[in-house]
């Protein structure tokens, strides 16, 4: 089966930048979409940005502009590109693996990572 983990999280003034990357495991002769979500203290856990098997990209409003989401196949592995960081993106970040065909082992029991915590300071 598929497992995904993320990581990458740290703490950064507003405006900065930072990259995380959610690396794949189990997927050889696998297709799949790669997602990430995040969620602040005491909220619900919401959509941050999408890359499809066909390497469309779709970002949330809030994002849109400032992060970047792609992707290194040989490594298995997503990366989600935050610049011009804010407060309000103070979150843990998930990504969710999706959509998965191929191989009899192309499955997940858990389609989420365990997050990475990136904190954006005022």
């Known amino acids: 089966q598929t497992t995904v983990m993320e990581a990458g999280g740290g703490s950064v003034p507003a405006g900065g930048s930072l990259r995380v990357s959610c690396a794949a495991s189990?997927?050889?002769?696998?297709?799949?979409?790669m997602s990430w979500y995040r969620q602040a203290p005491g909220k619900e856990r919401e959509f941050v940005s999408l890359?499809?098997?066909?390497?469309?990209?779709t970002y949330a409003d809030s994002v849109k502009g400032r992060f970047t989401i792609s992707t290194d196949n040989a490594k298995n592995t997503v990366y989600l590109q935050m610049n011009s960081l804010k407060p309000e993106d103070t979150a843990m970040y998930y990504c969710k693996i999706a959509s998965l065909r191929g191989a009899w082992w192309c499955y997940a029991k858990d389609p989420w990572g365990q997050g990475t915590l990136v904190t954006v300071s005022s």
């Open positions: 189990g997927v050889t002769r696998c297709t799949y979409d």
């Open positions: 890359l499809g098997i066909a390497g469309t990209t």
